[in-house]
């Protein structure tokens, strides 16, 4: 059987690149032929999804602000080129795809098609080419552990699209128990809850892929996605009670500012090998989380939104905490692999 699998790929994220991998490699040691559709949307494709899901024009303006980012540091530059450095690779990827037509028609070598994870289904950035709306009909399509990121239902138009989009899915999977809620409410259907990719790789796998550090004082570790100035304080705090010096993984221009040691240009690889040398990391990154838990490593998780912001994303890192406190990240291992077993 040969796979294609639609997920986050180019948002220089470690986190969408690293849970990419190791979504790949499970179908691999599973003994399926898969690789990544390459999808990378030119300017036409973005405006015309823009304009069909309904989405904010906001959108534009953090894509501009993310390449001001890239633009005015070397660091991030070379960060992209590591990640794509790593899918070659560490990876198999497809022909690039920018158009719809070029993903229906490469959708075609495929026999069974997957998307999933990340928050490639959250309504803020809704796209159909993420719920495989160009496969042609009777194309088997599976969703695993795909995440809405949200709690409340979005306007009825896009609630219409995603009843619309998920309608033929041969078997619904998502990443969080609020999103099965809302997907319920929504469309009337049932998905399973899922670990995100990352807990399908164990401990010494991940230590594989980052290959031995060597030796170095310990560390804190700090990996922030959004920006707000009392991250630093908290940071400022840690060091005062831990004595560690303090290591920055830079992603925003905050961070590529701070006063602190930083890691810049790391790729995937560097990016777990870092985490896992760290004494303690401090973070408001889901994917940070899930990672250092599976690697075993002290972590001060900071909440990126209020709980009362109608866009807030909380629920990856509530559902997460619970589920690995409950169950443990063996046992979500295990579930995650007999449900893949199952569909497949």
Known sequence: MKIGILTFLHNENYGSSLQAWALQKT??????????????????????????SGNSWKLIAEGLRKK???????????????????????MKLSPVCRTQEELREISRRYDTLICGSDQIWNPVWLNGAYFLHFAPAGKKKIAYAASLGVREPPAERKVRLIRQWTEDFAALSVREEEGA???????????????????????????NLAGKAGPEEPYLLCYFIGENPGYWQTVRRLREETGLPVRVMPVTAESYACEFDRAEGAGPREFVRLMDGAALLCTDSFHG?????????????????????????????DHFL?????????????EGLAWLREQL
């Open 289 to 317: 989380l899930a990672l250092a838990t599976i690697l075993g490593k002290r972590t001060e998780l900071i909440r990126r939104y209020r709980d009362d912001d109608p866009e807030s994303k909380n629920s990856r890192v």
């Open 322 to 334: 619970r589920s690995a406190g409950t169950r443990g990240i063996g046992q979500m291992r295990e």
């Open 181 to 207: 809620k809302l997907l319920k409410q929504m469309t009337g259907q049932d998905a399973a809850v899922m670990p995100d990719p990352v807990c399908l790789v164990s401990r010494e796998e991940w230590r």
């Open 27 to 52: 179908l691999r040691e599973m003994g399926f032929d898969c690789e990544h559709i390459d999808y990378r949307p030119d300017r036409k494709e973005k405006i015309r999804n823009l304009l069909e």
């Open 68 to 90: 001001s980012v890239r633009a005015g540091q070397q660091g991030a530059r070379q960060k992209s080129a590591e990640i794509q450095a790593f899918y070659e690779r560490e």
